[in-house]
């Protein structure tokens, strides 16, 4: 379970204010990329909060009114469709990140990245913590804000484009979205540099 030694350690390096950063929709076939930022009051348990892969969405639901009630501050940021595609998946989730850095109201002087790679271009001094939504409590609840803000807009485009279903699949490549994008076509919040394999593109 994630706790806060992470951010201990930062604290102990001399920073103040350490806020966790996380994705999520790096993988599908369609929307933006999302990226959370937070930052936590020392210690502050919230009871369940794990890396959001392992929770239900009706728990992530929960965890997030806490979150955001709870936190000193929290940022939610894009990556939108066209720099995904200009400047590939990698660098339209660096931007998100940074913008969800550079949005939180209380400024942070450090960050903990999930994953194996800080982002270019980054203003603060920051650590990349592989798998550190299930280590770091502020990296976790980073994690849930981006997943369900990004569900939830994939809710929206369901109402927009109901014959992909994306309620369903929330835009990630099951086989029940492949089949409705070969049924269909792509629409205009597709990926289309991933649904080359898809569309038989070379």
Do not use: W
């Amino acid at each position: 379970m994630p706790d806060y030694s992470y951010e201990k350690a930062a604290e102990n390096s001399g920073f103040k204010l350490i806020c966790g950063v996380d994705e999520a929709g790096r993988g599908p076939l369609a929307g933006p990329v999302c990226a959370a930022a937070v930052i936590l009051p020392d210690d502050l348990e919230i009871e369940g909060l794990n890396d959001s892969k392992k929770l239900s969405e009706k728990k992530r639901e929960q965890l997030y009114d806490v979150i955001i009630e709870k936190a000193i501050a929290y940022s939610v940021a894009y990556g939108t469709l066209e720099e995904i595609e200009e400047k590939n998946i990698l660098n339209a989730t660096f931007l998100a990140m940074n913008r969800a850095i550079e949005g939180l109201k209380t400024v942070a002087d450090f960050a903990l990245i999930d994953g194996n790679k800080i982002p270019t271009d980054i203003k603060i001094p920051a650590a990349a913590i592989v798998k550190g939504d299930a280590k770091s409590m502020s990296i976790a609840a980073a994690s849930i804000l981006a997943k369900v803000s990004r569900d939830r807009l994939l809710m929206e485009y369901d109402k927009k484009y109901p014959q992909y279903q994306f309620a369903k699949h929330k835009g990630y490549g099951t086989k029940l979205h492949t089949d409705l994008i070969k049924e269909y076509g792509p629409c205009e919040i597709h990926r289309l540099s991933f649904l080359k394999n898809i569309l038989g593109e070379k």
